[in-house]
């Protein structure tokens, strides 16, 4: 069955897999932090992590539902818009993903230093690596602890997973064919997808910008969804549709 699946859909999963195996059991997460993608105004951020980050996976279960899902919707993709659009599609969604994340988290960095900045704490030797003291009143200096605290996990917290890639995929896949229907936990029937995909974008805006992520980058998903319609969009009167 695995040698059905369409060759990049195959190769994804493979190399995703891989990866997997040898950086969370072999050793055990001590490639997180080259591999992973950070702020890109972190001191951990490098280059290649804009890529790297999508074939990187925190547990089984986040590594097994991405494979699923895009098990569930590439290969469709990938014969319709063939192996160039497709890779095209999967890997400018990963960056989407990347771009909308980090985009948030700058305007978040950006109000957290104003704030900061305006309580007298030096955010600018701060991010310099320099020795900072806390100064003003002890309400003050509690906030400002809990304003450095909200700082260095952007700097600090990694971005790790196919997720956005994937959601690109998904996107995409509901641009070209919304009429398909899928089958969702908990929903006896199965439901079209042009109607369950607004209602997942929409849930990961509202839990991305609320803070309720609870460790899920879900405006890297919403990023991800964004250039997968937008490139869907742009090829589908190219393209024949199914019913």
Same mark, same amino acid.
């Given at each position: ?28 997460g001590k490639f997180t932090e080259y591999l992973a993608a950070f702020y890109p105004f972190s001191p951990f951020f490098k280059s290649w992590q804009v890529i790297t980050h999508m074939f990187m996976h925190g547990s089984i279960m986040h590594i097994l539902f991405n494979m699923f899902t895009l098990f569930s919707f590439g290969p469709v993709l990938e014969q319709s818009l063939g192996n160039k659009k497709y890779l095209v599609l999967y ?28 309580? %007298?704490?030096?955010?600018? *030797?701060?991010?310099? =690596? #320099?020795? &900072?003291? /806390? ?79 609870? %460790?899920?980058?879900?405006? *890297?998903?919403?990023? =991800? #969804?964004? &250039?997968? /319609? ?14």
């Amino acid at each position: 069955m695995f040698n059905n699946i369409p060759p990049i859909t195959r190769n994804i999963i493979i190399i995703n897999v891989i990866i997997f195996i040898i950086t969370n059991l072999i050793f055990q997460g001590k490639f997180t932090e080259y591999l992973a993608a950070f702020y890109p105004f972190s001191p951990f951020f490098k280059s290649w992590q804009v890529i790297t980050h999508m074939f990187m996976h925190g547990s089984i279960m986040h590594i097994l539902f991405n494979m699923f899902t895009l098990f569930s919707f590439g290969p469709v993709l990938e014969q319709s818009l063939g192996n160039k659009k497709y890779l095209v599609l999967y890997f400018l969604s990963g960056l989407g993903a990347f771009f909308l994340f980090n985009l948030w988290n700058f305007i978040e960095v950006q109000k957290f230093s104003t704030e900061l900045q305006e309580l %007298g704490f030096n955010i600018n *030797a701060y991010l310099s =690596g #320099a020795s &900072v003291n /806390f100064t003003g009143t002890q309400e003050s200096i509690l906030r400002q602890k809990d304003l450095i605290e909200n700082l260095n996990g952007i700097m600090g917290t990694p971005m790790v997973g196919a997720s956005g890639a994937i959601f690109g995929v998904v996107a995409a896949f509901a641009t070209l064919y919304p009429d398909a229907k899928i089958g969702i936990m908990f929903i006896p029937i199965p439901v079209k997808v042009k109607y369950v995909l607004p209602v997942i974008v929409l849930g990961s805006v509202w839990l991305g910008v609320t803070g309720n992520a609870g %460790g899920i980058a879900h405006l *890297a998903h919403v990023g =991800g #969804a964004l &250039v997968g /319609f937008i490139l869907a969009k742009i090829w589908k009167k190219h393209l024949y549709r199914f019913n």
